[in-house]
């Protein structure tokens, strides 16, 4: 785990993002209803890590910024969450993605696992492309997660050494309202049977909710006893 900022990655030619998750509409990924993207690939790697499978940088679809931008919009949410993974590790063709977001009018989250002083060190070091991820980013929470200093009372984090920072004026009383806002986990099963997961909620309320998952409920009985609802 560093606790610095991102190193300088190769580069690779033309700039794609690897991304592990695509989730066109969800409302436990940030405030309001947001498209949520996951990129694959994190040199932070926090111990307890939610993600470890995307860790690695094999993997993911690669998809251009340009057409990542389009899925975006065309999901018609209030905005764009970035998570992992560690979108820094792909700062210039997110950052791409992001300014088109924002220049439709929708704003941008994201989440790293490096703390706001190393991405500030990083920019003076000359990360341009850092700084263009910063600058298209309305609201990041930064910071490692750290398995023993979970966090019960905010929405969205894992543990309470992560940083919510407003970088400009889009959610001007988020930090206010942040006591009074709800976690939320969403637990979604396609068709073919495979259960997907986001949000935050400690293990045991997971292992909880996920064995519930495809458990056989009642059914109550309509009014007249005819039949029942499903």
Do not use: K
Request: aromatic share 6%; glycine share 12%; hydrophobic share 40%.
């Amino acid at each position: 785990m560093s606790d610095g900022g991102p190193a300088p990655r190769p580069a690779t030619g033309v700039e794609t993002v690897a991304v592990a998750r695509f989730l066109a509409a969800t409302r436990a990924e940030g405030p309001g209803e947001r498209t949520a993207v996951w990129v694959q690939g994190c040199t932070v790697r926090c111990p307890g890590c939610f993600n470890p499978h995307m860790w690695s940088f094999r993997g993911g679809q690669r998809i251009g910024p340009a057409d990542l931008a389009r899925r975006v919009l065309d999901a018609g949410t209030e905005g764009l969450t970035l998570l992992g993974g560690e979108p820094f590790d792909q700062a210039g063709p997110l950052a791409t993605v992001a300014a088109a977001v924002r220049a439709a009018g929708r704003s941008v989250m994201t989440f790293t696992g490096y703390p706001y002083a190393g991405l500030r060190r990083a920019v003076d070091a000359g990360r341009d492309d850092v700084a263009a991820l910063l600058d298209q980013t309305d609201l990041l929470v930064a910071g490692p997660f750290e398995q023993d200093r979970l966090d019960t009372t905010r929405p969205w984090v894992g543990s309470t050494n992560q940083e919510f920072l407003l970088l400009n004026d889009r959610f001007p009383r988020l930090l206010d309202e942040l006591a009074q806002t709800p976690d939320r986990v969403e637990v979604t099963v396609d068709v073919a049977g495979r259960i997907a997961v986001n949000g935050w909620a400690d293990v045991d309320a997971l292992d909880e909710l996920l064995a519930s998952v495809g458990r056989p409920q009642p059914r109550p009985l309509v009014a007249d006893g005819t039949g029942a609802h499903g």
